[in-house]
Each structure stands twice: as structure tokens, then as C-alpha cells.
């Protein structure tokens, strides 16, 4: 089973996929991070792109404009051995757009390392659908202190530190709040810490467990859903009442085809707050059972397909049965399902509901951003 | 070139080339079109089968449960020649939820049809980018009107038939309003017209040209936006300074890849009203020439990537050259470019796109659909 989507376009699933081959295999890999940005990027801090000793790459730094060159530090990383940070500056200053670019001008700092056991801990939590902080040390004047010294904070806080020495304990207390609000905005930053013998700067590298999307279904339309659902960065677990062989060729994009009837569809929820759930068995009877076997986990998402009045009728079975489904359970419940974009086309109803279980992973609305980030279309004309 | 979605999964672009393929080569084919649905379907009225004498099949009549018995029929409207209809009664009953069902039960009918010449004023129309409305006899109790009796209206209201016969001119007439209305709503149906010897239900099937998805950029990230773009139902254009067979090797999924200056790109838009702009060379001075470009044209929707902040320093040079953008110009521009679904990687901002796009295409806001359609999270609990 291979990713649909070119490397370059993979998203943090494949990169920390490519990071646990590379572990796995003992195949010799570099990982270049993206840890500062001046002026706006195409990528933001925590992109990255894992090269291996081969040549191949998988992953962005930009829109595509450095990814060669970064190739070529790697692959002097991956025979020295020795983590080192590289700066590029695409300024055109020419064109007077300083800071204007997207990522093929500006200024780019990247983190180029060896994939060795310092990353173990990582992937071992992201397995175990556990989110980690990476602290990385980019700069320091202080001499106790080295480019890629590595700390990994797991969720409880637990440091561990492996391979590579670990940073002073002083230094990863003084990162407590940066620590705490970059978990909060899922956000990788860079931060600056004094020490008594210089300045360290540390980047913090949040990494969150890749979401699962639970498709309950086997009809053709699942297969869109999975396609889209695997390239926009989920792990896509199909569930069908048959499963074996002949489902897991039907799904090929799927990373796991699970054979479940839909009263126990609970019981194959392993992660439930990183699941997102779409009902599309196109049985009534199924999804309904299925409901409300999700409805008994945390899932924060469940999708069902079909019209209002489809769920309005479940819901009258469930209060017939005595059932009485809460607040809470009804914001969970997206029905119609997906972000109104029009078309009814296979692959416009899987985008549109790809797009929705991402946006609620992002604790985004949809909508249109141009209507929604400030004024433009309200401001007076300067004429 | 080949589509990347699978052959079920086509948007009506594909339905519409694999009939003018037909045409074009002589290689006979049915297609099989549902024109009523009974409850709620996963297809609408309009959707579209079509089937080779070979057996390939391109396109869905439901989410994949009838296709297999449509092709039956059509091998055998292939062999005879003649069009047909056929209702599939897949109520169940014993689930006690008719008319619940999503394509896989409910009642569905489908008008199933050689293609021949009657096809070919449509194909003309659609190619020339212009809507185009067929109308089809789909039962008749008059003796003079046949099912499979077909009048194609032109955008103009001209009146063609080929190969087949046509409506008689009073039916054409009677239906004035529904066609009108059809064409407003943009959705396909059937409508029961009475005549002097009998009553004669035409199918009235509204076929728009394919929108355009212009793509101004040639770095990495072009690549899923015309992926994602093609597999949406856009017909994707994209256009680079350079051009060349590098520039269409390295974006196989473009309909077609466009040599052309940022300067001249309001030259190769050869369907402004169907054109749906994305400007992502990456670089300013480009993107903002060719928005200045795109403007002098109709085209409804210019998306323009980067930071809010990006497109005020163009406004300012625009200002500065004394050319103003109007409140209308200001509307058709997006940026930030996208629907509001988080994720900064190459694919998730892809979808992002081509997700706003298609909303714009079809009149919508993109939010959340279970957001919009009537009340369940704020109605009374019954208990």
C-alpha cells in the first residue's frame, strides 16, 4: 500500500511514517524541520521533509523551491551524522517584496538532523496516538550546550532523552509557558532561553498524532472518501460488515480495511478523541445501529450521510427505544454531511466531507477566509 | 492524459467526453441517465451512466449498488438501438424505511439511450462552453410521441432535433416555464405535459459546460490543485511562463498546460463566465500583474494565495499607478485563498482551494451544512 499523493505533498502522517522506516529499517535518513520564518511562508515552523541516504525525499519545506538543495545538506548530514541548522535567505529585493513571499522568497531557517534514536520516543508516542513535544536546541553560546541536544516531552511531561544528551533541566523548566502555549495553538516555535553561561535558543516542536477517519461503508463512494481522506492527511480506517480480502482490494487508499458488524463499531475505535467518523453504509438500519454504538465513545465527529429528515426519523427510533441523545451528542452529529460547496458528483461529496472532518479536526467553521479575516470589501476606497 | 478518479467517480466533464468519444470514434455506447427518484437519493436527477459496447463504464447512477444490472441494459439498447426506460424498486420494506434510503433503496428511474446523432448538437454547445438543455420523451401515452423523442434548446432557445424525432412544437411550448425554471435551479426533471391525443412526460435535462480552473503557478503545490481540481469536475488549465513538455510532464493531471506570460493571461481565458482563477506563481510582481490581467475580464472568482497583507501591497501599487478596484473587483477576489479548514500542508491547502472554488462555482458559502439546514441543536429536547 503506498500513499496516493506524491512524497512531496505528504502531510505529517508520512513524513513520521518515513522518520519509523528509516528506524525501523536502520536505513540511513536526515530530517530537515523548518524552525523559523521571516515574513509569510508557504510552510510553516514543524514542516518538514525526511530525506533518505538514497535520494529519495519525502515531505515540503517550501512550495518547491528549496527542496533540491535541502536534499544535498541532508545528505551530508546523514554521513557526518551531526545535526546542524542551515539558513536561506530568498530575499529578492529587486522586486521590492521583501517578506511578501510564500516561501521562494523570505528568510527560511531549517533544522537538518539525523533520523537516530533521539526520535524513537516520538514515534513510540505518536504509535500509541499520544501527542509529544520535541525541544531541539538551533543555537547556543552556552558551551555545555550543542546544536540538536534533544529533550522529549511526552503528554504526562515525562523527559526523556535518548542518543543525544538531553537539555539542562533548567532550560527545559524555563520553557514551561512556551511549552504550554505552543501545545495550546498546536503551534512550533522557536524560543530563547539565558542560561548562566550563554543563550540557547530551543525549538519546540509540537507533534500531534495523525486523526484517525472511521468510514463506516463499502459501497463505491467510500473509495473517493478514502482517496481524499488518506491525502488530506488521515489515517483512513474503512469499516465494513464483510472485510477480508475482497474489501481490501475494493480500498486500496484505505490504510486498514476492518471487518465489523455495526453494533459493536465501538469496539474498533482505538483513539476515539483523534477519530472522525463517517456513516455512509446507505442502509438505514446500519447506520443507525452505528450511531449509536459511536455515540457510547468520545468521537468528537461523527458524519451521516444522507438528508436531515434521514436522522430526524433515527432520532424518533432512538426516543422510541427511550433513548434521549443530548446536546452533546447532537453537536457531534453532522448531518447533512460535509461543507456546503454544491455538486453531487462522487468525488464533490467525498471533498465536501473530507473537508468538513478536517475542518472540525482543526476546530475551523469552513466558510469562505476571504469573508472572514478582516476588512477589505468593507474598507472606504482610497480614491 | 488520463482521469485520475476512477471511472465510476467522473463528474459529468467525464460523462460528456466519453459520449462526444463515441461520437467521435464510431465506437457504439449507451447512456443512462436517472430522470426521477422516489425519496432521497445519493444521485440527482441528470446523473449520468455511460457504457461502451465493450462494457466500460464511465460515471454512477447510485453509490455503486445498480450499475452493474445498467450496464446489462445498456449493452442491450446498444445492440438494439433504441432508448428506453427502466424503474429499479429498491424499497425495503422489511427495514421499514422507505424513501430513507440513499441510492441503494427507494425508487429510481433511468432513461437508457444509444448515443447517436441526437447527441451531437449538445456536445457542440458544451464544447463551445455554452449550456445547453435536452429534451426527452421518457413515456407518452400520445401515439404520435415516442419515448427517446428528443428537442435540444441552444442558450438562444433555438430549437435543433437530430436523428431523432422532436417534440411537437406545443410541447416544446408548454414547457417554457419549467425549462425556464430548470435552468434557474440549474437541476434536471421530469415534467408531464397533456396533449390532444395523451399526456407525455419529458425529461428536461439542463447540461452546463464544465467551469474552467485556471491555474497561474508552475512550483510544486500547482500539482494537487490540479489533481484535486480535475477530480472535482473542473476542466484545469495551467499556465506557466515557460510552458513546454517540462511543464506538462510535470503536471500530468492538467487538461492542458498554457505557455503564457503573467502580462497576457486575460488572453488565453476563452470562457470568462466559466473561468475560475487560482494565482499561485508564488512570486508578486507575477501574481499581481496577472490579477490586474484577469480583471479586465468576466471571470467570477480570482483566488489569490498568501497573507491578506500580500494582496493590500498590490492594492497599494495599484493605487499608486491611479488604477482603483472596484467593490465588484474586490468581490470576485479571494484571499486568503480557501475555505476555513486548517492544515498548512500541500494537499490540505489544495482542498482548500479547489473546495472555494467549487463553492463559488455553485452559488455557495461553504460553511457547515448540518450549520444551515434547520433546527436539531436547537430544538426542544422531546423527553
Not at 514543524?46 to 515531505?59: E, H
Not at 538551533?138 to 558551551?143: E, F, G, L, R, Y
Not at 469496539?267 to 438500519?285: C, G, I, K, R, W
Request: glycine share 10%; with cysteine.
Amino acid at each position: 500500500m503506498t500513499d496516493t499523493a506524491p512524497d512531496w505533498e505528504t502531510t505529517p502522517l508520512g513524513s513520521y511514517r518515513a522518520v519509523r522506516a528509516s528506524l525501523t529499517t536502520g536505513r540511513p535518513a536526515a530530517v530537515a524541520t523548518v524552525t523559523n520564518v521571516d515574513g509569510s511562508a508557504y510552510r510553516r515552523p514543524g514542516a518538514k521533509l525526511v530525506v533518505s541516504a538514497t535520494g529519495d525525499s519525502t515531505g515540503a519545506v517550501t512550495a518547491g523551491c528549496l527542496e533540491d538543495s535541502v536534499a544535498d545538506i541532508a545528505a551530508g548530514v546523514v554521513e557526518s551524522g551531526d545535526p546542524r541548522t542551515e539558513r536561506f535567505d530568498l530575499t529578492n529585493d529587486a522586486e521590492g517584496v521583501w517578506g511578501m513571499g510564500l516561501g521562494c522568497n523570505g528568510v527560511i531557517d531549517l533544522l537538518v538532523e539525523p533520523v537516530d534514536e533521539s526520535f524513537r520516543p516520538a514515534v513510540e508516542e505518536l504509535d500509541a496516538k499520544r501527542a509529544v513535544t520535541l525541544l531541539t536546541v538551533v543555537a547556543s553560546t552556552d558551551p555545555t550546550v550543542s546544536v540538536g541536544d534533544r529533550t522529549t516531552l511526552t503528554e504526562d511531561d515525562d523527559h526523556v532523552a535518548t542518543e543525544r544528551p538531553g537539555l539542562p533541566s533548567a532550560v527545559v523548566d524555563a520553557l514551561g509557558d512556551a511549552v504550554a502555549d505552543a501545545r495550546t495553538a498546536d503551534r512550533s516555535t522557536t524560543v530563547t532561553v539565558d542560561t548562566d553561561a550563554g543563550t540557547v535558543d530551543v525549538f519546540v516542536d509540537v507533534l500531534t498524532p495523525a486523526p484517525d477517519l472511521l468510514v463506516f461503508g463499502r459501497q463505491r463512494d467510500v473509495a473517493p472518501v478514502a482517496r481524499l481522506g488518506r491525502e488530506a492527511g488521515f489515517r483512513v480506517r474503512v469499516v465494513t460488515g464483510r472485510g477480508g480480502q475482497a474489501d481490501t482490494d475494493r480500498f486500496p487508499d484505505a490504510h486498514e480495511v476492518v471487518p465489523t458488524r455495526a453494533p459493536d463499531i465501538a469496539s474498533v475505535v482505538d483513539a476515539p478523541e483523534h477519530t472522525y467518523a463517517l456513516l455512509m453504509s446507505h442502509n438505514f438500519v446500519d447506520d443507525r445501529v452505528a450511531l449509536e454504538s459511536l455515540l457510547t465513545t468520545d468521537v468528537p465527529y461523527i458524519g451521516l450521510m444522507g438528508p436531515r429528515k434521514r436522522f430526524e426519523e433515527m432520532r424518533e427510533e432512538f426516543a422510541e427505544e427511550g433513548t434521549s441523545l443530548t446536546t452533546a451528542d447532537l453537536d457531534r452529529i453532522a448531518t447533512p454531511v460535509g461543507l456546503d460547496i454544491g455538486g453531487d458528483h462522487p468525488t464533490q461529496i467525498a471533498l465536501s466531507a473530507v473537508a468538513e472532518a478536517l475542518a472540525v479536526h482543526n476546530g475551523r467553521s469552513g466558510g469562505r477566509l476571504t469573508d472572514s479575516s478582516g476588512p477589505i470589501h468593507g474598507r472606504p476606497s482610497r480614491e
